[in-house]
């Protein structure tokens, strides 16, 4: 039978591995907003199919579900706001919220990489933000 002090020990390396495992702070930072960055330059070039691309599976579902048709065209009448310089990025977890000039966009973090849940984003006062693209 194991002791406390064997529990708390391989507690203590799980904690450990999964907190490797994960990357640290400065990498999901980095590599969260180089997912905005590079949403923003798709944006600006009118490159719909790699908007698309970079949209989480529900974000992307939910899109063409409100839209009723595909992604690339539905993206396309959305009216996104130019956004400017990155401002903040936090991250919490596989979850971050990168703020900009004028926008805020929200990414999770898949096996395949950073991708954007909502963007178009406006703070409201004591409410949640309002979002021109959301997962469901």
Same mark, same amino acid.
């Given at each position: 039978?194991?002791? !406390? +002090?064997? +529990?708390?020990?391989?507690?203590a390396m799980? #904690?450990?591995l999964?907190?490797? $495992?994960? =990357? ?6 980095? =590599? #969260? ?5 590079r949403?923003e !330059? ?7 199919d !790699?908007?698309?691309? #970079?949209l989480?599976?529900?974000? !992307?579902?939910?899109?063409?579900? $409100?839209?009723k $048709?595909?992604?690339?065209? #539905? ?8 956004? =400017? ?5 936090d ?7 990168v ?10 973090r898949?096996?395949? @990489? +950073?991708k954007?849940?909502?963007a =178009? ?5 004591q ?5 021109a693209?959301? @997962?469901g």
């Open positions: 039978m194991l002791n !406390r +002090w064997c +529990w708390r020990g391989i507690a799980a #904690a450990v999964t907190l490797t $495992s994960c =990357g640290s702070l400065s990498e999901r930072r980095d =590599g #969260a907003t180089a997912e905005v960055v949403f !330059r798709a944006l600006s070039a009118g490159q719909h !790699r908007l698309c691309a #970079a989480a599976p529900s974000t !992307r579902e939910e899109l063409e579900q $409100s839209a $048709s595909r992604c690339e065209q #539905a993206i396309g009448e959305e009216e996104l706001p130019a956004a =400017g310089a990155v401002r903040t990025v991250v919490y977890g596989d979850q971050a919220r703020v900009l000039e004028q926008d805020t966009v929200f990414l999770a898949f096996p395949a @990489g +950073w954007v849940t909502a =178009g984003c406006a703070p409201r006062h409410q949640p933000y309002q979002c693209i959301k @997962g």
